[in-house]
């Protein structure tokens, strides 16, 4: 099986490491297309697998592809390949926005289809990645694109009306999460913490109580109120955060990255 990258940027980087890495794929399989000199580079010399500037070259070459180009640049690019696309391609478009319906307008009907909202965290074996298909997606694709993304993360199938959600909750969210930190960073360093201190005692909690919770299931209630000793440090804190309106101001967050979604398609 060979593996073709159309967009060679950081998220493209995060799949691509965990297909070479992974054992998906042998180096020598997979391409990473790019008109950036420098990213070619950076993927040849950092994984060893083979690098083009040209998308005909490697849609010729490869019957999976994965779309993963900014999505103001998708229109030029599906353009470019949709005639040397065929029945025997698989596209995986991680375009943020980008609806189905959309995509199978730019690229014809022969290939098969699937979109995938990926995040961050793929870089480090973490990431959350959320999928729907196409009608002409085989389950084989399914279970590939399961495949490729579960060797960095959890994967998860949606229907597609949960996409732009999906795309401001874990898609953005990461930014949000690292805001909140910075926030919590910062009240330390109020304190009198020394900021490096304060960044690793923030980070290492988000990190912990993440893994906690994914690991044994608690209800989140619950396990606030079991932090909570009545009248204890926690609580303090907790009135205040009650008190105010941060809840509804995350809420607004992600209505508007979701519609902003929504816009880009």
């Not at 391609?89 to 995938?116: E, F, Q």
Request: charged content about 25%; overall charge positive; aromatic content about 4%.
């Amino acid at each position: 099986m060979k593996i073709g990258f159309l967009g060679s940027g950081k998220m493209a980087e995060a799949i691509l490491a965990s297909v070479v890495n992974g054992g998906i794929c042998e180096p020598w399989d997979v391409t990473a297309c790019d008109i950036s000199e420098e990213r070619r580079k950076l993927m040849a010399d950092s994984y060893d697998v083979v690098t083009t500037s040209d998308a005909k070259e490697t849609v010729a070459d490869c019957k999976v592809l994965v779309i993963a180009v900014r999505p103001q640049d998708l229109d030029v690019l599906l353009q470019d390949v949709k005639e040397k696309l065929t029945e025997k391609h698989l596209v995986i478009s991680i375009c943020a926005g980008k609806t189905l319906k959309v995509l199978r307008k730019g690229l014809g009907k022969k290939p098969r289809l699937i979109r995938v909202m990926p995040n961050l965290g793929l870089r480090v074996n973490e990431g959350m990645v959320v999928y729907c298909a196409d009608k002409s997606a085989k389950p084989a694709d399914k279970k590939l694109v399961q495949k490729i993304f579960s060797a960095a993360g959890k994967v998860l199938e949606l229907a597609e009306k949960h996409m732009d959600a999906v795309t401001a909750l874990s898609g953005s969210g990461p930014a949000f999460f690292a805001y909140c930190l910075q926030a919590m960073t910062e009240g330390g360093k109020e304190l009198g913490l020394p900021k490096d201190a304060a960044l690793l005692l923030a980070e290492q909690t988000m990190l912990g109580t993440a893994v906690y919770l994914q690991q044994t299931g608690a209800d989140l209630t619950k396990f606030i109120q079991a932090v909570c000793s009545k009248g204890g440090t926690t609580d303090a804190g907790m009135q205040v955060l009650a008190a105010s309106d941060v809840a509804s101001v995350y809420a607004a967050t992600l209505a508007a990255a979701a519609k902003r979604s929504a816009e880009l398609a």
